[in-house]
């Protein structure tokens, strides 16, 4: 079956970087455009970015544009979100998932925290 | 940037009941919108796409319409399992949830 397990989610100080990967099963990867999507703690989701099937597209929000960077391994079947000079307002939980309009399948998300 | 705007933020009501949410966008989107179910601590799980069409294996309870800029959820008789946060998507324009709407117990 589809499974998405996402990891790398910590306590990061602000300014400081972090790398979530996110490794899928059970579909064809490489035919996949796949997303990012955060939710802060007691928040809604919040679109992060997508990246095409082949990586060599890639759209971010507004918010972490500059900052972060997706990308992908085809060959590992593994998802990137490479994340720069964080921010307090960057604490959410980070979900991978299929596709990058609606989403029927969905990682079970990995946490990080900006925090002093 | 396209702005979904959902209401009510929270809906009370009682099992067996017929609740209606409702998403506007803040131009047009088509039939570009998906509705979501998510309970505490898990991801979301898509309910509805292209406005109308159900996912596999979502209960027939759950019905959604609409084009443009309003749309609806409409959930025919409550269970108990159905009470949750819905959020509403518009993918036209890359991605843009509303800020959920909170279904409670009457």
């Known amino acids: 079956q589809v499974q998405l397990v996402e990891s790398g989610g910590d306590l990061v100080k602000p300014g400081g970087s972090l790398r979530l990967s996110c490794a899928v099963s059970?579909?064809?990867?490489?035919?996949?455009?796949m997303s990012w999507i955060r939710q802060a703690p007691g928040k809604g989701l919040e679109w992060v970015s997508y990246i095409s099937n082949s990586g060599n597209t890639v759209f971010y929000a507004d918010s972490v544009k500059g900052r972060f960077t997706t990308s992908r391994d085809n060959a590992k079947k593994l998802l990137y979100l490479q994340m720069n000079n964080l921010r307090a307002e960057d604490s959410a939980v980070y979900y991978c998932?299929?596709?990058?309009?609606?989403?029927?399948?969905w990682g079970q998300g990995t946490l990080v925290t900006v925090s002093s | 940037d396209i702005q979904m705007t959902q209401s009510p933020s929270t809906l009370s009501a009682s099992v067996g009941d017929r609740v209606t949410f409702t998403c506007r966008a803040s131009?047009?989107?088509?039939?570009?919108l998906a509705w979501y179910q998510q309970k505490p601590g898990r991801a979301p799980k898509l309910l509805i796409y292209?406005?109308?069409t159900l996912e596999d294996g979502v209960p027939s309870r759950f019905s959604g319409s609409g084009s443009g800029t309003e749309f609806t959820l409409t959930i025919s008789s409550l269970q108990p399992d159905d009470f949750a946060t819905y959020y509403c998507q518009q993918y036209n324009t890359f991605s843009t949830f509303g800020q959920g709407t909170k279904l409670e117990i009457k």
């Open positions: 059970g579909f064809s990867f490489s035919d996949s455009y």
């Open positions: 131009q047009s989107i088509g039939a570009s």
């Open positions: 998932a299929r596709d990058p309009t609606f989403h029927s399948h």
């Open positions: 292209l406005a109308s």
